[in-house]
């Protein structure tokens, strides 16, 4: 079993539409979640960062996480083309800085 | 907000030579410096771990003598996979990680060995 488990797609939407990207986790000692954007043959872009459980909003972002089930989401609001991309979760735990990273899910938002 | 580069983007080299990939935080200082490799519609896998100043830790299964790593400054990282083969061919993506907690990754650079 993979520490990370992410549904790499592909998840193809309309344009305006919410799109919702989730992971789940083994490793209880994970405390810091992140979500990364990366377009092809691109290095992959930070999106949202959260320590712990809750949420925390940026613009059209929304992170969520639930350590009680060891999930964590993301939700894009209002999607655009220029939203197509891979998105991939990523995490660590307390004092240790290598990321543990999900598969990725393809994202495309048909215009 | 933080910068991470990396040079050069695309290298085509011949198999049995070596190449050398640099990573630079442009605008803050890296403590901690990490090279992932990412094949096609594959997840990044880090390869390994450097500090400023020590020696690189390996992750498992990660040829050390082929894959050497040097963090001469808080600055700058380098990647030098010697006597690469077409197996080598890969996107390797580094990043620095500032004093905070957030690591910040370089653009890639696509290696081709032909």
């Not at chain 1, 990370?4 to 992971?23: H, R």
């Not at chain 1, 992140?34 to 992170?63: C, H, I, V």
């Not at chain 2, 990939?21 to 901690?32: G, N, P």
């Not at chain 2, 990412?38 to 040829?63: C, D, I």
Request: with cysteine; glycine share 6%; net charge neutral.
């Amino acid at each position: 079993q993979k520490e990370v488990e992410q549904d790499p797609g592909p998840l193809s939407v309309p344009e305006g539409a919410i799109v919702s990207l989730n992971c789940t986790y083994s490793n209880s000692a994970f405390q810091y979640f992140m979500w990364y954007r990366q377009y092809s043959r691109k290095g992959p872009e930070l999106l949202m960062y959260t320590y712990s459980s809750g949420n925390k909003e940026d613009g059209r972002f929304t992170a969520q996480v639930d350590k009680s089930s060891k999930y964590i989401s993301l939700f894009i609001r209002d999607s655009q083309p220029s939203d197509s991309a891979t998105y991939l979760c990523a995490m660590s735990g307390p004092g240790d800085y290598k990321l543990s990273f999900g598969a990725g899910t393809t994202v495309t938002v048909r215009a | 907000g933080a910068v991470v580069s990396q040079h050069p983007s695309w290298v085509i080299c011949k198999s049995g030579t070596s190449v050398k990939i640099e990573c630079r935080s442009l605008d803050f200082q890296a403590t901690t410096m990490f090279w992932y490799r990412q094949f096609p519609k594959q997840s990044l896998m880090l390869m390994a771990t450097s500090n400023e100043g020590s020696k690189a830790t390996y992750e498992q299964g990660v040829e050390k003598d082929k894959f050497l790593i040097n963090h001469a400054s808080l600055t700058l990282s380098t990647l030098t996979v010697t006597s690469a083969h077409p197996e080598d061919s890969s996107f390797y993506i580094c990043s620095a990680r500032d004093r905070v907690s957030e690591q910040y990754f370089g653009p890639g650079t696509r290696l081709t060995v032909t």
